[in-house]
């Protein structure tokens, strides 16, 4: 039970959980000594009475017994004619109680006689539920003392904890440059905490620098060979000897090199720091950029026979990053058109982002928080592919401030859908 609780609940379960034992040990020793010292002075009492009873009858008085006591003296033989509750009774204290009354009762045989001294106890109980009332007041003070004590302490022990929670969660600690969190606490448990989040840190920082800098520098590698091929299909374009056919291959050729320099632009974009300056990239329509898609995919889509259709709620006049912004779009209508076996693939424009909307049979709820990790796949994967494309998509629309969700339409299969003006 209690494992489900915060830290700081915890604690005050504990302050209080303490206060219960000490208090309610407590407080049954004093009821317990309170009773058994009243029953030692009630007995005192009761035999000091007594003997001044039995002296004065010895001496031809018959004193009366005090307030709230009553005397009964029988011969030994005779002792049917007391009340039937007295009777059968050894010598000694004992609490008597009747239908009316509570009594201490003191028996004592002297003379031939037996002597019993009844002390009323209206006025002892008055006081035990005095002296229970206080008692208790006092355990149900001290359990809300404890829970005071306990929430103060508990906001002193967790405030470094919660304090190191939001240094690590902060973005700024995976930069190079992000001091450590170790010097800013003491050496106890939490500095201790602090010194293995500096370290685990460190590990994490260093592994991302090492894949910004492969992933850069793959990219700086990629520019020249196509760069290459660029100016070969060129040159090759402009030679006479061509046929048509020749031309229609090389200028394939030429837009998928084209293409792949923009897919480098943005793998270098994706690989620099968000605190580096980024490099800036021709900008595009929304319209223009899903037209250029749907001509570029319209053959893939075609050669699987599905229908492969545009859809267009509301105009978008803005301007986006060109190569990201179809980058989102590639990725998205490849991953539609290879997961649909038969019906439609539909991409739908509407003012701030547009879905990719297919008729395929879906993705499962529990695969559905994992889609956009890298190299994450379904049960229903095909042969090709690696998984990274989602991710991409999840990481251009994070570094860009757009945002990127899955939805399941009304007549199944998927909906992604992309906010470029997110609320």
Partial sequence: MLSRLSLA?????AFVLMAVAVAGLFSVSIILAVDGVELELVSDSMNRHLDFLIAERRAG????PGPDMTLYVVPVAELSTLPTWLQGREPGLYEEVT???AYHVMIR???GRRHVLLLNQEDFERREQTRLHIVSFGFMLSIFVAWLLGKALARTVIAPVVRLSGQVQHRDQLLPLAPPLAPDYADDEVGKLAAAFDVTLGRLREALEREQLFTSDISHELRTPLMIIASSAELLLEHPSISDSQRRQIERITRACLEMQELVETFLGLARAPQEKQVPLAGTSLADAADEQLHRWQPEAARRGLELGLAVESGDDDVYPGPLLRAVLTNLLRNAIHYTDRGFVRLVIRAGGFSV???????PEGERTKIFRPFARGEASRGDGIGIGLSIVARICERQ???VRLEEP????CEFRVDLHPV
């Fill in 61 to 64: 008085r018959d004193p009366a």
């Fill in 9 to 13: 609940d915890r604690i005050v379960a």
């Fill in 357 to 363: 909307v297919d008729s395929g049979a879906g993705i």
């Fill in 109 to 111: 045989d002297e003379d």
């Fill in 401 to 403: 401030g757009w945002a």
């Fill in 410 to 413: 009304a007549g199944g299969g």
């Fill in 99 to 101: 239908d009316d009354d």
